[in-house]
């Protein structure tokens, strides 16, 4: 009985080193580099076509030079990108390699608070050939960074931060070593860049012609009807004008400064700039209605100062709202 107990120890023992053995032996195939990321220029920010430019020394420290994750490292976030001066120096116990990077890179920029919005610049890296289990990075916060003396003509650089992270793919790429169906995981870090836009003159160009709409439709509303006259016609032109200028100019913004899916302040601007010149519109209808039903031209003269206030009123009321929403949530 006593032999059995010992027997069934030493299998138990042989087991569970088996198991220590190969978790140490996975462990051991996980080759670990440090990856820094040092932006050297930064440059066309561009928000119509939701990219941003960026040269960047890139580097890598592993244990010894087999590993070469420089080579095999994916810019996810990259339209295009060249690699140079790619160099590889031994240090004590360690392989420490360095590529530097040019490249057009995607972004997300949400313009809903134009001109006073923020955005994050993303350069996305990524292991492209092992998944987790065979290579992950470690972050070299410590080194990495942004050269200050950047200058971006129209944004402030704001600051600079970086987060590693792993990729998480519902796929396990065809690996025949892997089960059907199975999920991937890869290392990834982004490194990012936060600006905010220090240019205003393009909102107040982009802005006028739309309040100088509003004047016109406005003055509409001082052309009073004389006895024997008929000022509609004029008026219906003058406000159809001031119609055109605002949706010819809402066009232009998406063009100048870029579309976005969400209604920006330059939007809201617009649209109650419409609004007022519809309704001045259909007022003008309802003051000739008048005329022809006989109301004397004393209260009409009234009513179109009252309209005149009432409708520019509320139409500043709305701009102040809107500017001030946006520097507010920007």
């Not at 928000?47 to 020394?57: E, P």
Request: glycine share 6%; net charge neutral.
């Amino acid at each position: 009985m006593q032999i059995q107990k010992y027997r069934f120890a030493v299998i138990i023992s042989t087991m569970l080193f088996s198991l220590l053995a190969a978790s140490s032996a996975t462990a051991a195939q996980v080759a670990r580099c440090k990856l820094g990321v040092y932006v050297t220029s930064l440059h066309d920010v561009d928000t119509v076509k939701q990219t941003f430019s960026a040269d960047a020394w890139i580097w890598t420290v592993c244990p010894d030079k087999k590993v070469q994750p420089l080579q095999t490292a994916e810019f996810t976030t990259a339209n295009s990108f060249t690699g140079m001066l790619d160099s590889t120096i031994a240090r004590p116990g360690l392989s420490w390699s360095q590529r530097k990077i040019s490249g057009t890179f995607r972004a997300s920029f949400d313009l809903t608070n134009f001109p006073f919005e923020r955005h994050k610049l993303i350069i996305g890296i990524e292991e492209g050939v092992q998944d987790i289990n065979g290579f992950e990075y470690e972050l070299d916060a410590l080194n990495s960074g942004i050269n200050s003396s950047i200058k971006v003509p129209q944004w402030n650089i704001d600051g600079f931060s970086a987060f590693s992270r792993r990729a998480l793919y519902e796929t396990n790429f065809g690996d025949p070593l892997m089960a059907p169906r199975t999920k991937s995981e890869y290392s990834h870090i982004d490194f990012v860049i936060d600006i905010s836009r220090s240019e205003r003159t393009s909102f107040f160009k982009l802005a006028v012609p739309a309040y100088a709409a509003v004047l016109l439709a406005l003055f509409s509303l001082l052309m009073h009807i004389e006895d024997g006259g008929n000022l509609l016609n004029p008026r219906i032109g003058l406000l159809a004008g001031s119609l055109f200028a605002v949706v010819f100019n809402l066009r232009s913004v998406d063009d100048v400064v870029g579309s976005t899916p969400a209604t920006t302040a330059l939007d809201l601007i617009h649209f109650s700039a419409l609004a007022l010149i519809i309704g001045t519109t259909l007022f003008s209808v309802l003051s000739s209605y008048f005329v022809e039903a006989g109301m004397p031209l004393r209260k009409i003269r009234k009513l179109d100062y009252g309209a005149l206030i009432v409708s520019g009123a509320v139409f500043t009321l709305i701009n102040i709202y809107v500017v001030h929403s946006a520097m507010k949530h920007a």
